[in-house]
C-alpha cells in the first residue's frame, strides 16, 4: 500500500560544505581552508568574503573529517566521577576554560566511579580521538580501571597527591593537614580527633598518613580515626563517635564539618566554646555558617590550569612543567578557640 504523500518524511537538507562556501565568496576551497585555519597570507577582503559566506550559508566545519585529514582531533578529554564534589566541579570549570584557551576542544564525560563504567567513559573518550586526557578522580578503583586501559596518550591525574609525579597535579595534603594541627596546637588543644574520608579516597589516605606524622611531631597521643564519606549526613552522625576526651575535631572536608558542627549544636555544645572543629578545602559556604569555619584552602583551580599546561606541553614536545603539589592555605574564622579549662589535661 502506497504512504500518502503528506505521511512522507521530507528528505533532510544537505548541510552546506566548504566548496558550497568557496563557491559564495568566489575563491577556491584552499582559500576557504586557509581562512578555517588561521593561516597567514590571506588578504583582508577574501577572508572577509569567505566569513560572510560561511554565516550565510550556515556553514559548520567537520572536525571528524578534518581529524581523519590532519591525523589529530585537538581535543582534550576530561573523566569526571560522578557527584557533586566541589574539588573536582571547580578544578572542572577551571579545566575547560584552560583547554579552550589554550586553543583544544575539551571533551568532558562524567561516570560512576565502577570500572566498567569508567572503562565505557574512556571507550567514549577514544572514539573520539583525544590528544590527552585529564582525570579527575582520587579513587584508586577508579585509577587502577585507567592503568588497565593502557590509554598511549598524556594523562593528567588531579587530586592525588604526587604518587604518580609528574603527570600527577594536586595540592600538598600534608602541608594542609600540618597547618590544621599547629594551629589547634597553638590555642592548647592536645586531644584531636580526625574526621577522616573514606579509605578508597587517595586524598583522604594522604590526610590520615599526615595526621599520624603531626601527631609525633607535637607530642600527642593518637585520638582513634573516624571515616565519614565525605557527606554533611556523615559528619551529623559521626558525632555521638567523638572519643569523650576530644577538644578539638579536624575533618576532611568542609561538608563533614558542617554536619558534625551541626550535631554537635543539636547536642547543646557551643562551637568553639565546647569544641573546636576545623575542615578542609574551603568550599564558598565554609565562611557563612555559624560559626564561620576555619579550614584549609586547596587553590582548585591553579590545579586544573596546571593540568591542563602540563597536557599543552607533552602534545606539543614541549618541557613539561613543574608539578610539584600547590601549597595549601590556612584560613582562620571563628570555629577555633583555646579549649576548656576542665577539658585540659
Known sequence: MAVPRSARVPKAERAP??????????????TVSRVLNGFA??????????????????????????????????????????????????????VERAIREAGFQPLVTVTPEDTQSVLGALDFLFDHAVEALVVMASVRNFLAAIDAYDAGVPVAYLLTGDERAPWSVSVNQGEGVALAIAHLVSHGHERIQHLAGPLTSTEALLRVEAIGVEYERHGLAPLPTLYGDWTPLSGYELADQLDPSTTAVFCGNDQMAMGLIHALVDAGLRIPADMSVV??????????????????????PAVGELAVELLVAAISGHELPDTTPLSAELIVRASVAAPRASARR
Not at 558550497?20 to 576551497?29: E, F, I, K, L, N
Not at 575542615?279 to 582548585?300: M, N, V
Request: charged share 15%.
Open 17 to 30: 560544505s566548504m566548496h558550497d562556501v568557496a563557491t559564495r565568496a568566489g575563491v577556491s576551497h584552499q
Open 279 to 300: 575542615g578542609f578545602d574551603d568550599i564558598p559556604e565554609s565562611a557563612f555558617i555559624l560559626p564561620p569555619l576555619t579550614t584549609i584552602k586547596q587553590d582548585f
Open 41 to 94: 597570507g590571506v588578504r583582508p577582503g577574501t577572508k572577509a568574503d569567505v566569513l560572510a559566506a560561511i554565516g550565510e550559508l550556515g556553514y559548520r566545519r567537520n572536525n571528524a573529517a578534518r581529524s581523519l585529514v590532519l591525523g589529530r582531533s585537538h581535543a582534550i578529554g576530561v573523566l569526571v566521577p560522578n557527584g557533586p564534589n566541589f574539588g573536582p566541579t571547580s578544578s572542572l570549570y577551571a
